[in-house]
């Protein structure tokens, strides 16, 4: 199956820092891609949708200015943790989806851990 | 509303089998998947049905019923490495995957 990979896998910050988390399709062009976020215990949470080119479309109560979603390219879209707080320690998990492809390919995800 | 529903929780010994049921209300269907997600990973992909019936895929097979809005995933001869959480997710009208909650499952020996 095609190949997602997630950067970096765990990433601990300071709060008041902001943390970039990179999520790359590394065999296919993925002209869409989704961020999830995961509490422990509980399911995935969609947080935003994005498109190569244009701009993400997100889930009612994320902030957008708090999570800034960047999709560049038909293989990389960023998510940026912007002034990070303790409460936004997550597991953060990417997906891809192809153009003729409905399943949605997921990245091994990022632990993020605001002290 | 848009609502998926599996049990939380199942426990199964391990060589046995074990269905583990999701039903589902969404805006339109194009499909449903199950998830396998073991602790502290992602998940990784085991089926997508969006026609009735039975899918078998080695020890694992989902079923689907799309007038009950119904499925299962079944899994048989259970390792212990199956130990994990299965999401159940619906493919709406917008190609949106809404998810499950996801069902633990613990094999015991």
């Known amino acids: 199956g095609a190949v997602v990979s997630q950067h970096p896998s765990r990433v601990i910050c300071k709060s008041g820092t902001s943390v970039k988390i990179e999520c790359r399709s590394l065999d296919f062009q993925a002209t869409t891609m989704f961020w999830y976020r995961q509490f422990p215990k509980k399911s995935l949470m969609l947080m935003a949708t994005s498109n190569e080119g244009s701009k993400a479309t997100y889930e009612q109560g994320v902030e957008k200015d708090k999570f800034l979603i960047n999709h560049a390219s038909l293989t990389l879209s960023t998510l940026t943790v912007t002034s990070a707080h303790p409460e936004d320690s997550s597991f953060y998990i990417c997906?891809?989806?192809?153009?003729?492809?409905?399943?949605?390919?997921f990245g091994p995800g990022t632990r993020l851990t605001v002290t | 509303g848009q609502n998926i529903d599996q049990p939380t929780e199942m426990t199964a010994t391990e060589g046995a089998i074990v269905q583990i049921n999701c039903t589902y209300q969404?805006?339109?269907?194009?499909?449903l998947f199950w998830y396998q997600q073991h602790a502290g990973e992602a998940p990784t992909f085991l089926s997508y049905n969006v026609l009735d019936g039975l899918e078998e895929k080695g020890r694992f097979s989902s079923f689907l019923s799309r007038s009950k809005g119904y499925s299962y995933l079944l899994l048989k001869e259970l390792q212990m490495k199956d130990s994990a959480s299965y999401l159940c997710a619906c493919m709406d009208s917008n190609y949106q995957l809404i998810w499950g909650a996801g069902t633990k499952l613990i094999i015991k020996p």
């Open positions: 997906s891809a989806r192809g153009n003729r492809d409905y399943e949605q390919y």
């Open positions: 969404t805006s339109g269907f194009n499909g």
